[in-house]
Nanobody, 120 residues
């Protein structure tokens, strides 16, 4: 089993903040070491795009639109990642997905997504 569950989505006004969380669980993630984890998002009519990644040892990369507004963090002991989003804009509206890999492997695991809606 491998499960990624995102929480924290919802409706927020432009300029507001929201924090998403993702928890990895199941036999796969309890048996093997978690590698990099990431947040992606997909807006209506657009392709899924990378928001931010965080490696097993804390190396972080952000998409340009996320720099200065979003912060990704990791709690390895709890097998969780978080995405703090500030100064939200209507074009941040999307389904946000959690992504994870097992260390040293290429297979991607995905959560079901959580809806973030930013109103103007």
């Amino acid at each position: 089993q491998a499960q990624l569950v995102e929480t924290g989505g919802g409706l927020v006004q432009a300029g507001g903040s929201l924090t998403l969380s993702c928890t990895a669980s199941g036999s796969i993630f309890s048996t093997y070491i978690l590698g990099p984890m990431a947040w992606y998002r997909q807006a209506p009519g657009l392709q899924r795009e990378l928001v931010a990644t965080i490696g097993r040892f804390g190396l972080i990369k952000y998409a340009d639109f996320a720099k200065g507004r979003f912060t990704i963090s990791r709690d390895s002991a709890k097998k969780m990642i978080h995405l703090e989003m500030n100064s939200l804009k209507p074009d941040d509206t999307a389904v946000y997905f959690c992504n994870a890999k097992i260390a040293g492997r290429e297979k991607d695991y995905w959560g079901q997504g959580t809806q973030v809606t930013v109103s103007s």
